[in-house]
C-alpha cells in the first residue's frame, strides 16, 4: 500500500510560480508511474502530467506545456511538479496518483493510489 500526500498549493497571483510536492510513504515510488491531474469547482478531474517510473520520460496536456514540469527524486520518494507563468485558468485542486506499472499513463481510472489533493488558487 502507498500513501500520496501532497503539498505545496496556495494562493498566487497570474504569472506567479509554485512547486508542488507528493511524497510517498509506505513502499519506494521506484517502480511506479505517476501522475498529477487537477479538478477545477463544478468540472470533471483533468490529467495533466505524467511521469514514468524512472523519471525519463513524461508527458503533459496541450495547456500546461512550456509551464509545468514534472520530475520525481525516486530516492526522496517524492514527485513534483513545477508549475511557472500559472493563470487563473490553472486553478483548482491538484492531486497525484501512483500505479505500479511502465510507461505514462493518462487516465485517471488506471491508477491506484491517490492523494488528497491541494488547493492551488490563482488570481488576476
Known amino acids: 500500500q502507498v500513501q500520496l500526500v501532497e503539498s505545496g498549493g496556495g494562493l498566487v497571483q497570474a504569472g506567479d510560480s509554485l512547486r508542488l510536492s507528493c511524497a510517498a510513504s509506505g513502499r519506494t515510488l521506484s517502480g511506479y508511474a505517476m501522475g498529477w491531474f487537477r479538478q477545477a469547482p463544478g468540472k470533471e478531474r483533468e490529467f495533466v502530467a505524467a511521469i514514468n517510473w524512472s523519471g525519463g520520460s513524461t508527458y503533459y496536456i496541450d495547456s500546461v506545456k512550456g509551464r509545468f514540469t514534472i520530475s520525481r527524486d525516486n530516492a526522496e520518494n517524492t514527485v513534483y511538479l513545477q508549475m511557472n507563468s500559472l493563470k487563473p485558468e490553472d486553478t483548482a485542486v491538484y492531486f497525484c496518483?501512483?500505479?505500479?506499472?511502465?510507461?505514462?499513463?493518462?487516465?485517471?481510472?488506471?491508477?491506484?493510489?491517490w492523494g488528497q489533493g491541494t488547493q492551488v488558487t490563482v488570481s488576476s
Open positions: 496518483a501512483g500505479k505500479q506499472a511502465m510507461g505514462l499513463w493518462t487516465r485517471s481510472s488506471r491508477y491506484d493510489y
